[in-house]
DNA sequence: TAGGCTTACCTAGAGGTCCTAGGCAAATCA
DNA sequence: TGATTTGCCTAGGACCTCTAGGTAAGCCTA
Protein backbone atom coordinates (compact mmCIF):
# COMPACT_ATOMS: atom_id res chain seq x y z
CA UNK A 1 0.00 0.00 0.00
CA UNK A 2 2.26 2.82 -1.60
CA UNK A 3 1.42 6.41 -0.25
CA UNK A 4 1.13 9.17 -2.20
CA UNK A 5 2.43 11.66 -0.13
CA UNK A 6 -0.52 14.08 0.97
CA UNK A 7 -0.22 17.18 2.55
CA UNK A 8 -3.25 19.95 2.56
CA UNK A 9 -0.32 22.47 0.89
CA UNK A 10 0.18 19.99 -1.68
CA UNK A 11 -3.53 19.50 -2.02
CA UNK A 12 -4.45 23.17 -2.03
CA UNK A 13 -1.77 23.51 -5.35
CA UNK A 14 -3.04 20.85 -7.09
CA UNK A 15 -6.73 21.75 -6.34
CA UNK A 16 -6.23 25.28 -7.97
CA UNK A 17 -3.81 23.83 -11.06
CA UNK A 18 -7.61 21.73 -11.27
CA UNK A 19 -9.36 25.09 -10.88
CA UNK A 20 -7.28 26.49 -14.11
CA UNK A 21 -8.23 23.80 -15.98
CA UNK A 22 -11.79 23.08 -15.54
CA UNK A 23 -13.16 25.99 -13.88
CA UNK A 24 -13.49 26.43 -10.12
CA UNK A 25 -17.09 25.39 -10.02
CA UNK A 26 -15.48 21.83 -10.88
CA UNK A 27 -13.35 21.71 -8.15
CA UNK A 28 -14.63 19.04 -6.02
CA UNK A 29 -12.55 16.24 -3.31
CA UNK A 30 -13.51 13.63 -5.89
CA UNK A 31 -11.81 14.67 -9.10
CA UNK A 32 -8.84 15.92 -6.85
CA UNK A 33 -8.49 12.31 -5.35
CA UNK A 34 -8.66 11.18 -9.00
CA UNK A 35 -5.83 13.55 -9.85
CA UNK A 36 -3.82 11.76 -6.75
CA UNK A 37 -4.63 8.54 -7.74
CA UNK A 38 -6.65 8.08 -3.72
CA UNK A 39 -9.96 7.33 -2.94
CA UNK A 40 -12.22 10.58 -1.77
CA UNK A 41 -12.56 9.87 1.66
CA UNK A 42 -8.16 9.84 1.98
CA UNK A 43 -8.21 13.53 1.54
CA UNK A 44 -10.34 14.11 4.49
CA UNK A 45 -7.36 13.25 6.86
CA UNK A 46 -6.17 16.57 5.12
CA UNK A 47 -8.97 19.25 4.63
CA UNK A 48 -12.05 19.46 6.80
CA UNK A 49 -14.51 19.36 4.00
CA UNK A 50 -14.84 20.57 0.25
CA UNK A 51 -15.90 23.69 1.48
CA UNK A 52 -12.74 24.14 3.19
CA UNK A 53 -10.59 22.93 0.00
CA UNK A 54 -12.20 26.06 -1.56
CA UNK A 55 -11.21 28.70 1.25
CA UNK A 56 -7.92 27.16 1.27
CA UNK A 57 -7.66 27.78 -2.17
CA UNK A 58 -8.82 30.97 -2.14
CA UNK A 59 -6.16 32.27 0.44
CA UNK A 60 -3.65 30.76 -1.91
CA UNK A 61 -4.90 32.46 -5.03
CA UNK A 62 -4.91 35.61 -3.21
CA UNK A 63 -1.48 35.38 -1.45
CA UNK A 64 0.01 34.69 -5.56
CA UNK A 65 -1.37 37.75 -6.41
CA UNK A 66 -0.28 39.92 -3.95
CA UNK A 67 3.32 38.69 -4.88
CA UNK A 68 3.14 39.60 -8.74
CA UNK A 69 1.63 42.70 -8.31
CA UNK A 70 4.20 43.75 -4.97
CA UNK A 71 6.50 42.77 -7.48
CA UNK A 72 5.26 44.82 -10.68
CA UNK A 73 4.62 48.18 -8.52
CA UNK A 74 7.73 47.92 -6.82
CA UNK A 75 10.31 50.79 -7.90
CA UNK A 76 7.62 52.60 -9.40
CA UNK A 77 4.99 55.20 -8.95
CA UNK A 78 2.12 57.65 -10.44
CA UNK A 79 0.49 56.11 -13.63
CA UNK A 80 3.27 53.79 -14.10
CA UNK A 81 2.66 52.18 -10.75
CA UNK A 82 -1.23 51.96 -11.74
CA UNK A 83 -0.67 50.37 -15.24
CA UNK A 84 1.69 48.28 -13.43
CA UNK A 85 -0.22 47.34 -10.80
CA UNK A 86 -3.62 46.54 -12.91
CA UNK A 87 -1.49 44.91 -15.67
CA UNK A 88 -0.17 42.34 -13.14
CA UNK A 89 -3.69 42.40 -11.69
CA UNK A 90 -5.75 41.45 -15.16
CA UNK A 91 -2.65 38.81 -16.31
CA UNK A 92 -3.43 36.93 -13.23
CA UNK A 93 -7.02 36.77 -13.84
CA UNK A 94 -6.48 35.71 -17.54
CA UNK A 95 -3.77 33.45 -16.99
CA UNK A 96 -5.51 32.07 -13.68
CA UNK A 97 -9.10 31.76 -14.17
CA UNK A 98 -9.71 29.06 -11.77
CA UNK A 99 -7.81 30.82 -8.73
CA UNK A 100 -8.76 33.96 -9.81
CA UNK A 101 -12.52 32.83 -9.33
CA UNK A 102 -11.58 31.10 -6.05
CA UNK A 103 -10.79 34.52 -5.21
CA UNK A 104 -13.89 36.12 -5.29
CA UNK A 105 -15.47 33.64 -2.60
CA UNK A 106 -16.84 35.39 0.71
CA UNK A 107 -14.47 34.31 3.13
CA UNK A 108 -15.38 35.17 6.62
CA UNK A 109 -13.77 37.89 8.63
CA UNK A 110 -11.09 35.81 10.26
CA UNK A 111 -9.89 34.16 7.15
CA UNK A 112 -9.90 37.29 5.17
CA UNK A 113 -7.81 39.10 8.10
CA UNK A 114 -5.48 36.02 8.27
CA UNK A 115 -5.31 36.40 4.25
CA UNK A 116 -3.32 38.47 1.50
CA UNK A 117 -6.55 40.14 1.14
CA UNK A 118 -5.11 42.98 3.65
CA UNK A 119 -2.03 43.50 1.32
CA UNK A 120 -3.81 43.96 -1.97
CA UNK A 121 -5.31 47.06 -0.21
CA UNK A 122 -1.98 48.12 1.56
CA UNK A 123 -0.62 47.89 -2.16
CA UNK A 124 -3.14 49.88 -3.42
CA UNK A 125 -2.35 52.59 -0.84
CA UNK A 126 1.38 52.23 -1.82
CA UNK A 127 0.39 53.08 -5.24
CA UNK A 128 -1.42 56.16 -4.33
CA UNK A 129 1.46 57.64 -2.62
CA UNK A 130 2.51 59.20 -5.96
CA UNK A 131 -1.09 61.23 -6.03
CA UNK A 132 -2.30 63.49 -3.82
CA UNK A 133 -4.61 61.85 -1.57
CA UNK A 134 -5.86 61.52 2.02
CA UNK A 135 -8.08 59.65 4.01
CA UNK A 136 -10.70 59.45 3.44
CA UNK A 137 -10.18 60.14 -0.10
CA UNK A 138 -7.38 57.38 0.07
CA UNK A 139 -10.19 54.72 1.04
CA UNK A 140 -12.63 55.77 -1.61
CA UNK A 141 -10.09 55.51 -4.12
CA UNK A 142 -8.86 52.19 -3.11
CA UNK A 143 -12.46 51.11 -3.25
CA UNK A 144 -13.02 52.74 -6.85
CA UNK A 145 -9.03 51.28 -8.38
CA UNK A 146 -10.08 47.60 -7.06
CA UNK A 147 -14.03 47.90 -8.11
CA UNK A 148 -12.59 48.74 -11.69
CA UNK A 149 -10.03 46.25 -11.81
CA UNK A 150 -12.47 43.78 -10.58
CA UNK A 151 -15.17 44.54 -12.54
CA UNK A 152 -13.68 45.06 -15.43
CA UNK A 153 -11.54 41.57 -15.89
CA UNK A 154 -14.78 39.73 -14.62
CA UNK A 155 -16.94 41.39 -17.39
CA UNK A 156 -14.43 40.35 -19.96
CA UNK A 157 -13.93 36.83 -18.41
CA UNK A 158 -17.77 36.34 -18.77
CA UNK A 159 -17.70 37.57 -21.86
CA UNK A 160 -19.59 40.92 -21.71
CA UNK A 161 -17.96 42.65 -24.25
CA UNK A 162 -17.48 40.51 -26.84
CA UNK A 163 -20.55 42.02 -28.46
CA UNK A 164 -19.51 44.69 -29.34
CA UNK A 165 -16.55 45.49 -32.19
CA UNK A 166 -14.31 47.78 -29.97
CA UNK A 167 -11.04 46.20 -29.11
CA UNK A 168 -11.49 45.27 -24.91
CA UNK A 169 -7.85 45.84 -25.06
CA UNK A 170 -8.41 49.88 -26.30
CA UNK A 171 -11.15 49.87 -23.79
CA UNK A 172 -8.78 48.38 -20.92
CA UNK A 173 -5.96 51.19 -22.00
CA UNK A 174 -8.33 54.01 -21.95
CA UNK A 175 -9.67 53.01 -18.34
CA UNK A 176 -6.17 53.35 -17.00
CA UNK A 177 -5.89 57.11 -18.78
CA UNK A 178 -8.99 57.80 -17.43
CA UNK A 179 -8.34 56.47 -13.66
CA UNK A 180 -4.79 58.16 -14.21
CA UNK A 181 -6.24 61.30 -14.54
CA UNK A 182 -9.13 60.83 -12.15
CA UNK A 183 -6.96 60.43 -9.41
CA UNK A 184 -4.58 63.40 -10.40
CA UNK A 185 -7.84 65.62 -10.28
CA UNK A 186 -9.98 63.60 -7.59
CA UNK A 187 -13.05 66.14 -7.04
CA UNK A 188 -12.88 67.70 -4.04
CA UNK B 1 -52.74 12.19 -8.47
CA UNK B 2 -53.36 16.15 -8.65
CA UNK B 3 -51.03 18.58 -11.18
CA UNK B 4 -48.72 21.30 -9.83
CA UNK B 5 -49.39 22.93 -12.80
CA UNK B 6 -45.34 23.31 -13.45
CA UNK B 7 -44.15 25.24 -16.48
CA UNK B 8 -40.94 26.67 -17.40
CA UNK B 9 -41.50 29.70 -16.23
CA UNK B 10 -43.00 29.32 -13.08
CA UNK B 11 -39.93 27.36 -12.62
CA UNK B 12 -37.77 29.51 -13.44
CA UNK B 13 -39.81 32.43 -11.27
CA UNK B 14 -39.41 30.01 -8.31
CA UNK B 15 -36.15 29.34 -8.40
CA UNK B 16 -35.56 33.15 -8.89
CA UNK B 17 -36.76 33.05 -5.24
CA UNK B 18 -34.88 30.07 -4.20
CA UNK B 19 -31.47 31.80 -5.00
CA UNK B 20 -32.65 34.75 -3.13
CA UNK B 21 -33.25 32.64 -0.80
CA UNK B 22 -30.56 30.19 -0.15
CA UNK B 23 -27.93 31.35 -2.46
CA UNK B 24 -27.02 30.93 -6.57
CA UNK B 25 -25.39 28.29 -5.66
CA UNK B 26 -27.81 25.99 -3.37
CA UNK B 27 -30.35 26.14 -6.73
CA UNK B 28 -30.80 22.31 -7.73
CA UNK B 29 -33.61 20.79 -9.50
CA UNK B 30 -33.88 18.83 -6.05
CA UNK B 31 -34.86 21.69 -4.18
CA UNK B 32 -37.11 23.24 -6.30
CA UNK B 33 -38.78 20.24 -6.85
CA UNK B 34 -39.30 19.68 -3.08
CA UNK B 35 -40.63 23.84 -3.47
CA UNK B 36 -43.51 22.34 -5.38
CA UNK B 37 -44.73 19.17 -3.64
CA UNK B 38 -42.81 17.04 -6.25
CA UNK B 39 -40.34 14.37 -7.66
CA UNK B 40 -36.99 15.81 -9.23
CA UNK B 41 -37.62 13.80 -12.54
CA UNK B 42 -41.03 15.80 -13.21
CA UNK B 43 -39.00 19.23 -13.48
CA UNK B 44 -36.91 17.22 -16.82
CA UNK B 45 -40.50 17.55 -18.61
CA UNK B 46 -39.72 21.78 -18.58
CA UNK B 47 -36.18 22.16 -18.29
CA UNK B 48 -33.55 20.03 -20.35
CA UNK B 49 -31.15 20.02 -17.18
CA UNK B 50 -29.51 21.63 -13.77
CA UNK B 51 -27.53 23.99 -16.11
CA UNK B 52 -30.53 25.20 -17.87
CA UNK B 53 -32.36 25.92 -15.46
CA UNK B 54 -29.74 28.29 -14.37
CA UNK B 55 -29.48 30.10 -17.43
CA UNK B 56 -33.17 30.55 -17.60
CA UNK B 57 -32.69 32.44 -14.33
CA UNK B 58 -30.03 34.41 -15.44
CA UNK B 59 -31.80 35.61 -18.48
CA UNK B 60 -34.83 36.47 -16.30
CA UNK B 61 -32.61 38.11 -13.59
CA UNK B 62 -31.04 40.59 -16.48
CA UNK B 63 -34.40 41.48 -18.36
CA UNK B 64 -36.13 42.76 -14.57
CA UNK B 65 -32.77 44.63 -13.87
CA UNK B 66 -32.94 46.22 -17.23
CA UNK B 67 -36.54 46.76 -16.58
CA UNK B 68 -36.03 48.82 -12.94
CA UNK B 69 -32.66 50.71 -15.05
CA UNK B 70 -34.98 51.62 -17.37
CA UNK B 71 -37.61 53.39 -15.54
CA UNK B 72 -34.86 54.84 -13.07
CA UNK B 73 -33.31 56.81 -15.67
CA UNK B 74 -36.50 57.79 -17.68
CA UNK B 75 -36.69 61.27 -17.75
CA UNK B 76 -33.16 61.92 -16.24
CA UNK B 77 -29.68 62.71 -18.16
CA UNK B 78 -26.31 63.28 -16.71
CA UNK B 79 -25.28 63.10 -13.52
CA UNK B 80 -29.01 62.89 -12.08
CA UNK B 81 -29.28 59.85 -14.55
CA UNK B 82 -26.18 58.41 -13.59
CA UNK B 83 -26.68 58.02 -9.85
CA UNK B 84 -30.22 56.71 -10.66
CA UNK B 85 -29.09 54.26 -13.30
CA UNK B 86 -26.28 53.07 -10.71
CA UNK B 87 -28.92 53.00 -7.63
CA UNK B 88 -30.77 50.95 -9.56
CA UNK B 89 -27.99 48.38 -10.06
CA UNK B 90 -27.09 48.55 -6.89
CA UNK B 91 -30.05 48.42 -5.24
CA UNK B 92 -31.40 45.83 -7.39
CA UNK B 93 -27.91 43.56 -6.65
CA UNK B 94 -28.84 43.93 -2.79
CA UNK B 95 -32.58 42.96 -2.93
CA UNK B 96 -31.85 39.82 -5.00
CA UNK B 97 -28.41 38.78 -4.23
CA UNK B 98 -29.33 35.11 -5.90
CA UNK B 99 -30.81 36.45 -8.73
CA UNK B 100 -27.85 38.89 -8.71
CA UNK B 101 -25.51 36.26 -8.74
CA UNK B 102 -27.10 34.42 -11.27
CA UNK B 103 -26.80 37.52 -13.71
CA UNK B 104 -22.77 36.75 -14.16
CA UNK B 105 -23.28 33.15 -15.58
CA UNK B 106 -21.03 33.60 -18.95
CA UNK B 107 -23.87 33.07 -21.36
CA UNK B 108 -23.17 31.44 -24.75
CA UNK B 109 -23.31 34.00 -27.37
CA UNK B 110 -26.49 33.48 -29.15
CA UNK B 111 -28.29 33.37 -25.76
CA UNK B 112 -27.00 36.40 -24.51
CA UNK B 113 -28.56 37.85 -27.40
CA UNK B 114 -31.68 37.08 -26.90
CA UNK B 115 -31.43 37.92 -23.01
CA UNK B 116 -31.60 41.79 -21.76
CA UNK B 117 -27.87 42.09 -21.82
CA UNK B 118 -28.07 44.29 -24.97
CA UNK B 119 -30.23 46.49 -23.47
CA UNK B 120 -28.01 47.22 -20.28
CA UNK B 121 -25.57 48.56 -22.84
CA UNK B 122 -28.11 50.42 -24.71
CA UNK B 123 -29.53 52.19 -21.69
CA UNK B 124 -25.79 53.24 -20.45
CA UNK B 125 -25.38 54.65 -23.95
CA UNK B 126 -28.49 56.48 -23.49
CA UNK B 127 -26.97 57.73 -19.83
CA UNK B 128 -23.89 59.04 -21.78
CA UNK B 129 -26.23 61.23 -24.06
CA UNK B 130 -26.43 63.82 -21.19
CA UNK B 131 -22.08 63.98 -21.59
CA UNK B 132 -20.28 64.48 -24.82
CA UNK B 133 -18.58 61.34 -25.89
CA UNK B 134 -18.54 59.75 -29.42
CA UNK B 135 -17.39 56.51 -30.83
CA UNK B 136 -15.14 54.83 -29.47
CA UNK B 137 -15.20 56.76 -26.12
CA UNK B 138 -18.46 56.22 -25.83
CA UNK B 139 -18.31 52.18 -25.95
CA UNK B 140 -15.25 52.53 -23.15
CA UNK B 141 -17.21 54.53 -21.33
CA UNK B 142 -19.84 52.25 -21.61
CA UNK B 143 -17.47 49.57 -20.20
CA UNK B 144 -15.77 51.30 -17.30
CA UNK B 145 -18.89 52.60 -16.32
CA UNK B 146 -20.33 48.57 -16.03
CA UNK B 147 -17.30 47.61 -14.67
CA UNK B 148 -17.00 50.26 -11.52
CA UNK B 149 -20.75 49.23 -10.99
CA UNK B 150 -20.14 45.65 -10.98
CA UNK B 151 -16.92 45.71 -9.46
CA UNK B 152 -17.75 47.64 -6.72
CA UNK B 153 -21.43 45.79 -5.78
CA UNK B 154 -19.51 42.52 -6.49
CA UNK B 155 -16.78 43.00 -3.72
CA UNK B 156 -19.07 44.50 -1.37
CA UNK B 157 -20.92 41.57 -1.10
CA UNK B 158 -18.22 39.62 -0.98
CA UNK B 159 -16.73 41.70 2.38
CA UNK B 160 -13.99 43.18 1.10
CA UNK B 161 -14.60 46.57 2.00
CA UNK B 162 -15.72 45.34 6.04
CA UNK B 163 -12.29 45.65 6.78
CA UNK B 164 -12.19 48.87 7.24
CA UNK B 165 -14.23 51.33 9.06
CA UNK B 166 -15.03 53.89 6.02
CA UNK B 167 -18.52 53.50 5.21
CA UNK B 168 -19.51 52.15 2.03
CA UNK B 169 -22.45 54.37 1.40
CA UNK B 170 -19.67 57.10 1.58
CA UNK B 171 -17.52 55.44 -1.18
CA UNK B 172 -20.14 54.60 -2.84
CA UNK B 173 -21.34 58.09 -3.78
CA UNK B 174 -17.71 59.28 -4.09
CA UNK B 175 -17.51 56.77 -6.60
CA UNK B 176 -20.66 58.03 -8.38
CA UNK B 177 -18.92 62.30 -8.12
CA UNK B 178 -16.11 60.83 -9.57
CA UNK B 179 -17.29 58.86 -12.28
CA UNK B 180 -19.35 62.20 -13.58
CA UNK B 181 -16.48 64.48 -13.11
CA UNK B 182 -14.22 61.89 -15.73
CA UNK B 183 -17.22 61.70 -17.71
CA UNK B 184 -17.77 65.27 -17.58
CA UNK B 185 -13.20 65.97 -18.71
CA UNK B 186 -13.19 62.44 -20.44
CA UNK B 187 -9.50 62.64 -21.38
CA UNK B 188 -8.85 62.76 -24.99
C1' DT C 1 -70.57 12.46 -23.46
C1' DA C 2 -67.51 8.82 -24.92
C1' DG C 3 -63.32 7.97 -27.27
C1' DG C 4 -58.68 9.15 -28.17
C1' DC C 5 -54.69 12.15 -27.77
C1' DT C 6 -51.49 14.90 -25.40
C1' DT C 7 -49.14 16.00 -21.50
C1' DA C 8 -48.08 16.23 -16.51
C1' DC C 9 -46.36 13.72 -13.10
C1' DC C 10 -45.00 9.19 -11.42
C1' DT C 11 -41.62 5.00 -10.10
C1' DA C 12 -37.37 2.76 -10.70
C1' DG C 13 -32.78 2.98 -11.06
C1' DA C 14 -27.87 4.21 -12.46
C1' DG C 15 -24.05 7.16 -11.56
C1' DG C 16 -21.74 10.93 -9.21
C1' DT C 17 -20.33 13.87 -5.06
C1' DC C 18 -19.81 14.51 -0.01
C1' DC C 19 -18.63 12.75 4.19
C1' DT C 20 -18.20 9.48 8.54
C1' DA C 21 -16.68 5.36 10.93
C1' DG C 22 -13.64 2.05 11.57
C1' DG C 23 -9.52 -0.91 9.93
C1' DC C 24 -4.87 -2.10 8.46
C1' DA C 25 -0.28 -1.17 7.04
C1' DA C 26 3.63 2.02 6.42
C1' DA C 27 6.59 5.21 8.52
C1' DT C 28 8.67 6.90 12.64
C1' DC C 29 10.43 6.68 17.10
C1' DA C 30 11.90 4.52 21.58
C1' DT D 1 12.73 -4.44 17.41
C1' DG D 2 8.49 -3.32 19.33
C1' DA D 3 5.19 0.57 20.05
C1' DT D 4 2.99 4.58 18.34
C1' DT D 5 1.49 7.56 14.97
C1' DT D 6 -0.15 8.55 10.60
C1' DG D 7 -1.81 7.70 5.78
C1' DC D 8 -4.74 5.54 3.01
C1' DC D 9 -8.13 1.95 2.75
C1' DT D 10 -13.21 -0.23 2.58
C1' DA D 11 -17.95 0.22 3.60
C1' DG D 12 -21.79 2.71 3.54
C1' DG D 13 -25.38 6.57 4.04
C1' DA D 14 -27.30 10.88 2.27
C1' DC D 15 -28.15 13.85 -1.48
C1' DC D 16 -28.12 15.49 -6.40
C1' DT D 17 -28.56 14.64 -11.55
C1' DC D 18 -30.76 12.56 -15.19
C1' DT D 19 -32.97 8.64 -18.24
C1' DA D 20 -36.53 5.28 -19.41
C1' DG D 21 -40.82 3.90 -19.30
C1' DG D 22 -45.60 4.00 -17.13
C1' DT D 23 -50.17 5.91 -15.68
C1' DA D 24 -53.64 9.15 -15.18
C1' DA D 25 -55.54 13.98 -15.86
C1' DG D 26 -57.27 17.25 -18.99
C1' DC D 27 -58.47 18.57 -23.70
C1' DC D 28 -60.38 17.88 -28.41
C1' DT D 29 -63.43 15.85 -31.50
C1' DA D 30 -67.35 13.42 -32.92
Redesign the pocket.
Known amino acids: ???????ADRLTQAAADLADEVGFENV????L?RRF??????L???I????DLRVRLAVLALAELADRVAEAIAGRSGKDALVAFASAYRRYAHEHPGRYSAMQMALDPDTAADSAAGKHAEMTRALLRGYDLWEPDQTDAVRLLHSTFHGFVSLERSGAFHSHPRGVEASWLRALDALDSLLRAWPA
Open positions: MARAGLTTVSAAGVKDASYSHRNAQ
